[in-house]
């Protein structure tokens, strides 16, 4: 099993950068594929970017892509989420996420384990 836990949300003005972090417990942390993914009160979950198990391959929402950045540190179990150019719509609770798949698939229904959130507040 793996066990995850986000940091790094915080409030910043709209044009600022947040980085994200998720710390994975496990000693099968580098087996996984990880997701990003965020949701507004009374909304879906949605995907916002994931990474391969061997970080070599990423995958983006088209509402980030360019502006949002995903990696990884296999050596510290942690995953990443470089978040620059942030809109007032970004504001929402982040997870993390980790799937047994190789690749990181963008349906939240494809992961098993997931973190508890962290906040972000993007203000205008």
């Known amino acids: 099993q793996v066990q995850v836990v986000e940091s790094g949300g915080g409030l910043v003005q709209a044009g600022g950068s947040l980085r994200l972090s998720c710390a994975a417990s496990g000693r099968t942390f580098s087996s996984y594929a990880m997701g990003w993914f965020r949701q507004a009160p009374g909304k879906m979950r949605e995907f916002v970017a994931a990474?391969?198990?061997?970080?070599?391959?990423?995958d983006y929402a088209n509402s980030v892509k360019g502006r949002f950045i995903i990696s990884r540190d296999i050596a510290e179990n942690t995953v990443y989420l470089q978040m620059n150019s942030l809109k007032p719509e970004d504001t929402d609770v982040y997870y993390c996420?980790?799937?047994?798949?190789?690749?990181?698939?963008?349906?939240?229904?494809?992961?098993?384990?997931w973190g508890r959130g962290t906040q972000v507040t993007v203000s205008p």
């Open positions: 996420a980790a799937t047994e798949r190789r690749t990181g698939p963008q349906s939240l229904y494809d992961y098993e384990f």
């Open positions: 990474i391969s198990w061997s970080g070599a391959n990423s």
